[in-house]
């Protein structure tokens, strides 16, 4: 098992974690949260798997993965 921790003030919101998570975990908020106005990331399950493709596909490094 693993945690994803997503920074929202980096995050924009691309969708590319998303696209790439192998379990479909991640998914883009319906919630404004960064200062920049963008929909951001979110985890929507806790069942990570630490597969850390998320993190490495992210254009901005907003993504870590904390393997447990």
Do not use: H, W
């Amino acid at each position: 098992m693993a945690r994803i921790i997503i920074d929202p003030e980096v995050c924009k919101g691309c969708g590319i974690c998303v696209s790439v998570c192998p379990i479909k975990i991640l998914k883009i908020s319906n919630i404004v949260t960064n200062k920049a106005g963008y929909f951001v990331a979110e985890v929507v399950e806790d069942k990570c798997i630490g597969c850390c493709s998320c993190a490495i596909m992210c254009p901005d490094s907003a993504i870590s993965v904390l393997k447990q």
